[in-house]
Structure formats: C-alpha cells, structure tokens
C-alpha cells in the first residue's frame, strides 16, 4: 500500500503559476496527476514514468511540466500560464504497472491516490 499527500495547492490569478508536489510512502513506476471539478469526470492531466517518459493532456501542453524524483519518491506539477479553467479539485495518482501512453491518462488504471488539493485561478 502506497501513501500520497498532495501539497501547494492555493488560489492565483490568471497567467500566474502554482507548483503541486506529491509526496508518496513506497516507490512506484507510474504516477500521474488528475483534476476533477464537483459533479464532473476526474481527467488525467500529465503523467511520468520512472525512465522520465511523459504524457500530457491536449489542454496542459505548454504550460504544465510533470517531473519525478524517484530516490525522494515525490512527484511534482509545475504549472504556468494558468486559466480559470485549470480551477478543479488536483489529484496525486501512482501504480506499479508499467502503462502505455494511451493508458496513463486514464483514472482506473491506477490503484493509488492522494486526498486532493485545490486550484483556483480567478480571471
């Protein structure tokens, strides 16, 4: 069982950044993170593998970075350019499976999650 606590969430205008870190109790190849607004599916927003492969949702691309410390087991999403539309709830995901590109941004592959910390961007 893998433990991961979310940290560095907090409300920024718009075109400001936020860093989100995940700080996770065991080591896993695969971690990810999702966002989810109230009543809405969670979305897969980046991913990272342990060789440093990642995978980004069309809406982040440019403007998040997704990195992965495998010796301190922490994962962290660096966000700029940020949009009200970024405002969801921002999940930490991991899983020892080894997923391919079009998998890793899909919620049901991943066995392990955080408790959330929420983003906020005002126009």
């Known amino acids: 069982q893998v433990q991961l606590v979310e940290s560095g969430g907090g409300s920024v205008q718009a075109g400001g950044s936020l860093r989100l870190s995940c700080a996770a109790s065991?080591?896993?190849?695969?971690m990810g993170w999702f966002r989810q607004a109230p009543g809405k599916e969670r979305e897969g927003v980046a991913a990272?593998?342990?060789?440093?492969?990642?995978t980004y949702a069309d809406s982040v691309k440019g403007r998040f970075t997704i990195s992965k410390d495998n010796a301190k087991n922490t994962l962290t999403l660096q966000m700029n350019s940020l949009k009200p539309e970024d405002t969801d709830m921002y999940y930490c995901?991991?899983?020892?499976?080894?997923?391919?590109?079009?998998?890793?941004?899909?919620?049901?592959?991943?066995?392990?999650w955080g408790q959330g910390t929420q983003v906020t961007v005002s126009s």
């Open positions: 995901a991991a899983d020892p499976k080894v997923l391919s590109a079009t998998l890793r941004l899909r919620r049901q592959y991943y066995s392990y």
């Open positions: 065991g080591y896993t190849y695969m």
């Open positions: 990272i593998d342990s060789d440093g492969s990642t």
